[in-house]
């Protein structure tokens, strides 16, 4: 991502070599797309990468089918075959019943999905998506991208994805390449962007980010200990609080799932009565997924702390408490 002229687009089509480069190399499964062969190139085009563009760059006159078929079509696969790859592309962007439907009679988010579409017909190992969603409202630009991002979790793709729009590319990017004046200025995972910025223009850059959207449970947990088996008695869960100067304590199962959760206070009379774990403790636990945003985060954190974070299989991965998020949050002045 960058400002308009930081060369993002004129990068991408580097890849592809829609610009030819002036110099270095484009190493795709260790074969030079700089340096092949007009054939080479077409084959790398046809099989290996595919393009979506900012402007849809449809075929008007021909219908949804078609124009996702166009792809096959110029790779010589037959009618019987080419149809059902790209009817399975149009349902997999959402835009089954619309095969037969002319491009022009689409809105502008159905029209960006047909040209997904086409990219995805032909099976690519990249998607080169030149500020694909630039060109729509900004609600189904919103739509537009959690649609790619579930695209991406269900097919594994590698996507390079240009943009301008510093939100967007935190949407999006697993790793972001900030460009300035034709050079890379930073690239890194959002949060690396956000926390370390590589130069004065990278902190400009983004100065004033919603910090809240961008971190998630998981940079702000703390490791997931102490915590005292379901197995154990009020004894050893007032020793560990003690030892570790906190005041509640997690209750686990061998499998590592959470349990309930004790204070010192029903650890003390529970140790004095002679019950147990399990007869005293509150299985009013919060749990969040490690992937959470901190703005879904503070509203739960403020009504229940501390809070266990725990992945898909159940496992206590983290423990969140006020105090780590408010110190994620805190901006060092410079």
Known sequence: MGLSGSGKSTLLRCINRLIEPTDGHVLLDGDDVATATAEELREMRRKKMGMV???FALIPH????D????GLEIQGVSKDERYPKAEEAIETVGLKGYEESKTSQLSG??????????ALATDP??????????????LIRSEMQDELLALEDKMQKTIVFVSHDLDEALKLGDRIM???DGKIAQIGTAEEILTEPADDYVSKFVA???RTKIFTAEAVMKRAEPVV???SGPKVALQLMREHGISSIFVVNREKHVEGIITVDDALGASKEGKTLRDIMSDDVTTIHPDTPLNELIPVIENSSPLAVTRDDGKLTGIIVRGSVLGALAIEEV
């Open 53 to 55: 563009f900012q402007n």
């Open 62 to 65: 021909r219908t949804v089918l």
């Open 67 to 70: 124009n996702v078929a166009y």
């Open 109 to 118: 988010g159905m029209q960006q999905r047909v040209g997904l579409a086409r």
């Open 125 to 138: 190992d990249i998607l080169l998506m030149d500020e694909a969603f630039s060109a729509l409202d900004p």
């Open 178 to 180: 900030i460009m300035n």
């Open 208 to 210: 004033g980010v919603d």
């Open 229 to 231: 088996s379901i197995n």
